[in-house]
């Protein structure tokens, strides 16, 4: 039986958006102010909670063991989803808490309302706990729709999103192809100008495209990377063009099939619940699509910096997916360990042969609190850029959205791979948390492992996002924004110490000192254009940069748990709930924390090149 028992907690959801982050300020907010206050958020995640429990969770036994089906001989229907993937698609899209997400237009002109990103962040990761493949199946529409509402003429505003954001219509992004995986640039697909302008002959080939075909919408409008014969080579050549699956006339009636394929789907070691398809373009050279803003100009296009809105909210995303993977594998793991019995009490006198639950010993309490502590730093991380990406569109004046949408920038790798790497991880200690049992496919923890492992490939794969942490992340601006986010955890560390934290705080003041070594020492290789240095470590530094902005914000918590324990006194209903943030912090603080960054910081010391010098024939011996 794969993962079909939804056991999910609430309670650091909730102290983590509405105690920590300031959510009445985002609130606060022109958009915001007239709809909605803080304690709405409940009500949405009490709806996405029963949802989760009540469909989408059972229905994710069908989907890992069933799955999509292919059916080449139907042409313009070729995929197709079982009955329970269909309920849980229009139980999460009818009730609102799907597609509808990415409306980013105050003026509401395609939707009801438009609600916080923020609050996206925690409907996302309990969906993905209940399946990380059936959250695709609206995912990826809310992606297109960001793109087409930021770039697109409003006249394919017009068209398509209001079908977009009801879940009739589909979105994807179509970037892969078997030459251009993390090369983008390589891409092959062609498009040639007819003679309507900004409609454009599409022929090519794309592979791995998530929700490139599928029976839940009625049309796809796909967001396809390709080439104009001018172009320039590599991504500044690319351009953007919507490619519908059924041409969409201009007074919105779908006429013919547009020459998409699905040639094939992928079969994949997780995820079985999200289709992934191999699509053909303009097979008899008769698929068009529509240029989305501008067309390229002397061959340079601008099809990589329109993608980037969908990609950027994508790689977030991608974190909240691996987030909700954590918390269910914790949960799962948290759970055995309290039903297990096995050994005796660690000190037992001899002669003692009590047995006791498996969640006595230290070493699966360490496993445990690995687990637990992870869940809620990946939450502190994720949340606060969600929180980021909205005041980068609310704040009132441009300072303050700039300054915002720095920290978005930065953080944005640091969501993607920090967390979808934890996430493998969280779910080998779930696994080895249940012994044997963790193997056998009957528990949760194998399908939440398979799920898991495309986190860190897709959406450019970890180290991408790594380069571009160590990389562009580091000196944009002049380096001005990462040396500001630096300070702010530095004068965390240096003004908020309480005593009641004092030895996780010693341990976080030397890791920032350790952390602060790790970007001089990476610094002095950049000026001595020792790019192969910073490329070789480039993985360890930004874990030990998410490790230390985690760490910060989980003692953040603390402080404020501390304050809150003392108001409500130790019998308080909550009181435990506090001391929980508390113990939690700690561990993080006083070992997680320090597997990243002073490891990081002793292997730059250490400066070893083995890996890139020796001689390739040394693999083979
Ligand atoms: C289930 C699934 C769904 C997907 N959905 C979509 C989708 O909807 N749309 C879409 O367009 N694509 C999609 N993809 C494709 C995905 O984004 C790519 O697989 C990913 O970008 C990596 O490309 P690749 O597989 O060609 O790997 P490669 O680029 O071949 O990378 C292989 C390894 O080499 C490393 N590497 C590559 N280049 C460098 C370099 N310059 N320096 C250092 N290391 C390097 C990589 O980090 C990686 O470890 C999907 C893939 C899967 C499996």
């Keep these: 039986m794969p993962h079909t028992n939804y056991a999910y907690q609430l309670r650091d959801i909730k102290f983590q958006m509405k105690e920590w982050l300031d959510m009445e300020k985002l609130l606060s907010m022109p958009d915001y102010a007239e709809m909605f206050e803080a304690d709405d958020l409940d009500s949405f995640l009490d709806l996405n909670y029963s949802i989760c429990k009540d469909v989408l969770c059972p ?54 309302m438009k609600m916080p990103l923020a609050w996206y962040a925690p409907i996302l990761e309990m969906q993905s706990a209940a399946s990380a493949g059936l959250v695709m199946n609206w995912c990826i529409t809310q992606g297109a729709t960001t793109v087409i509402q930021f770039e697109a003429d ?185 039903i297990r019995v096995q050994g005796r009490k660690v000190g037992a006198p001899k002669g003692d042969f009590t047995q006791v639950r498996i969640i006595e010993h230290p070493d699966v309490r360490r496993m445990l609190m690995f687990q637990k502590s992870m869940l809620e730093a990946g939450r502190a991380l ?127 003041e030397k890791g920032m000192a350790a952390f602060k070594h790790i970007l001089a020492m990476d610094a002095e290789w950049k000026a001595a254009k020792h790019k192969e240095m910073t490329d070789l470590f480039a993985t360890h530094m930004l874990h030990a940069g998410a490790s230390i902005y985690c760490a910060k914000c989980l003692l953040e918590q603390a402080v404020l748990a501390n304050a809150k324990l003392a108001e409500l006194g130790e019998d308080h209903f909550d009181a435990n709930f506090y001391k929980s943030k508390m113990a939690t912090a700690t561990f993080y603080a006083m070992n997680m924390m320090p597997d990243e960054v002073f490891g990081c910081e002793a292997m730059m010391e250490a400066a070893d090149r083995t890996a890139f010098d020796m001689d390739e024939a040394l693999f083979d011996c």
């Design 59 to 112: 229905a994710n036994g069908e989907a890992d063991e069933i799955g999509w089906k292919y059916d080449p001989s139907d042409v313009e229907h070729a995929v197709s989803s079982t009955p329970a993937m269909q309920e849980a698609f229009h139980a999460v899209v009818d009730n609102g808490i799907g597609m509808q997400f990415g409306n980013r237009d105050g003026s509401c002109a395609y939707t009801d």
């Design 154 to 338: 409003k006249k394919y505003q017009d068209l398509y999103l209001p079908n977009m954001y009801a879940g009739v219509w589909g979105g994807t992004m179509c970037l892969t192809e078997p030459n251009a995986g993390s090369e983008v640039g390589n891409c092959a697909t062609k498009c040639w100008p007819t003679e309507t302008p900004g409609k454009y002959k599409v022929k090519g080939n794309k592979i791995f495209i998530t929700s490139g075909d599928s029976d839940v919408f009625t049309n796809i409008i796909h967001l396809v990377l390709a080439k104009t014969p001018d172009a320039l080579p590599g991504t500044a050549g690319l351009s953007l063009l919507m490619v519908p699956k059924f041409w969409v006339e201009d007074d919105g009636t779908m006429s013919g099939w547009n020459d998409v394929t699905t040639v094939g789907i992928e079969h994949k070691m997780g995820i079985h619940g999200s289709v992934t398809c191999s699509l053909a373009f303009g097979e008899n050279d008769n698929c068009y699509g529509w240029m989305v803003g501008e067309g390229p100009v002397d061959g340079k296009g601008k099809g990589i910096a329109q993608m980037f809105n969908m990609m950027n909210e994508e790689r977030l995303n991608t974190g909240e997916f691996a987030l909700g993977v954590i918390g269910a594998a914790y949960y799962a793991a948290l759970e055995h360990a309290r």
């Design 382 to 508: 994720l949340y606060s850029t969600y929180y980021a990406v909205d005041m980068s569109h609310e704040a009132p004046d441009a300072e303050t959205r700039k300054e915002y949408h720095d920290i978005f920038m930065i953080q944005n790798p640091l969501c993607k791979a920090f967390t979808s790497d934890m996430a493998w991880r969280v779910t080998e200690q779930c696994i080895q948390t249940h012994g044997g049992y963790g193997f056998i496919e009957e528990y949760p923890g194998a399908q939440l492992a398979r799920d898991t492992k495309i986190h860190s490939l897709w959406e450019g794969t970890n180290f991408m996002q790594a380069q571009d942490f160590t990389g562009r992340k580091f000196t944009m601006d002049g380096g001005e924004p990462f040396k500001k986010w630096v300070g702010a955890i530095e004068e965390f560390v240096a003004t908020k110490k309480i005593d009641a934290l004092a030895p996780a705080w010693a341990m976080m």
